[in-house]
C-alpha cells in the first residue's frame, strides 16, 4: 500500500519536473548565448573597423540591430574587461600578488591556458583566472551584448577590438 501511495504521489511529480519545456529567453535567434552575452563565429576579414556597419542580425521580436563603430581604448579594454569578469573570470592586480587555488585556471590574454598543479603567485596584470569549466572567449568570434550596447571580437592572434551595438526599431511591414 506504502509502494502504491509512493508512487501515485511520486510520479506525477516527476513527470510535471521533467516534462517542463524550456523557455527561449535570449533575444537572438541563432546564436550561442551566456551570460548576457551572444556570440558567433565570425571570420576576421568580415571584421572591419574604419566605422562602416559589418554586421547586421535581426533579433527575435523583430527588431534589427547593427555593428560597426569601433570604440578606443579606454573604452575598448573596459568592455573587454567586463566580458571576461561577466563569464566568471576574475582580473588579477598588477598591485598585490593574488595566490591562486589548485582547482583554478589562469589565462594571460597574450598565452594559452595554463592548468595552475602547484601553488603559484601571479605578479603581473592582464591576466585572468577562473575555476574550471568556465566559459572562455573564443578566437574567431564576436560576444554582443545589447544591454551594453558593445560588441567584443577576439582575433587569432590574441588581440581584440571592441565596438558599438545599435538596436534599430521594428520595422512595420
Same mark, same amino acid.
Given at each position: 500500500?506504502?509502494?502504491?501511495?509512493?508512487?501515485?504521489?511520486?510520479?506525477?511529480? $516527476? *513527470?510535471?519536473? =521533467?516534462?517542463?519545456?524550456?523557455?527561449?529567453? =535570449?533575444?537572438? @535567434?541563432?546564436?550561442?548565448?551566456?551570460?548576457?552575452?551572444?556570440?558567433?563565429?565570425?571570420?576576421?576579414?568580415?571584421?572591419?573597423?574604419?566605422? @562602416?556597419?559589418?554586421?547586421? %542580425?535581426?533579433?527575435?521580436? %523583430?527588431?534589427?540591430?547593427? *555593428?560597426?563603430?569601433?570604440?578606443?581604448?579606454?573604452? $575598448?579594454?573596459? /568592455?573587454?574587461?567586463?566580458?571576461?569578469?561577466?563569464? %566568471?573570470?576574475?582580473?588579477?592586480?598588477?598591485?598585490?600578488?593574488?595566490?591562486?587555488?589548485?582547482?583554478?585556471?589562469?589565462?594571460?590574454? +597574450?598565452?594559452?591556458?595554463?592548468?595552475?598543479?602547484?601553488? &603559484?603567485?601571479? &605578479? !603581473?596584470?592582464?591576466?585572468? =583566472?577562473?575555476?574550471?569549466? +568556465?566559459?572562455?572567449?573564443?578566437? %574567431?568570434?564576436?560576444?554582443?551584448?545589447?544591454?551594453?550596447?558593445?560588441?567584443? /571580437?577576439?582575433?587569432?592572434?590574441? =588581440?581584440?577590438?571592441?565596438? &558599438?551595438?545599435?538596436?534599430?526599431?521594428? !520595422?512595420?511591414?
Amino acid at each position: 500500500m506504502k509502494k502504491l501511495l509512493f508512487l501515485l504521489v511520486f510520479i506525477p511529480i $516527476a *513527470i510535471s519536473l =521533467t516534462s517542463c519545456g524550456s523557455v527561449s529567453v =535570449t533575444p537572438f @535567434e541563432k546564436y550561442a548565448y551566456i551570460k548576457s552575452w551572444a556570440y558567433r563565429e565570425m571570420p576576421p576579414s568580415q571584421v572591419v573597423t574604419n566605422g @562602416e556597419v559589418f554586421f547586421e %542580425g535581426k533579433l527575435s521580436d %523583430g527588431k534589427t540591430f547593427s *555593428i560597426g563603430e569601433k570604440i578606443d581604448d579606454p573604452d $575598448a579594454t573596459h /568592455y573587454y574587461n567586463a566580458l571576461w569578469q561577466d563569464l %566568471g573570470w576574475a582580473l588579477v592586480s598588477k598591485a598585490s600578488p593574488v595566490p591562486i587555488a589548485q582547482t583554478e585556471i589562469v589565462i594571460n590574454t +597574450t598565452s594559452d591556458i595554463t592548468n595552475i598543479t602547484e601553488d &603559484k603567485t601571479i &605578479k !603581473e596584470g592582464n591576466q585572468f =583566472t577562473a575555476y574550471a569549466g +568556465t566559459h572562455r572567449p573564443k578566437a %574567431g568570434h564576436i560576444y554582443i551584448n545589447l544591454k551594453r550596447g558593445v560588441a567584443v /571580437y577576439f582575433y587569432s592572434d590574441k =588581440t581584440f577590438d571592441s565596438f &558599438k551595438v545599435k538596436v534599430n526599431p521594428k !520595422e512595420d511591414n
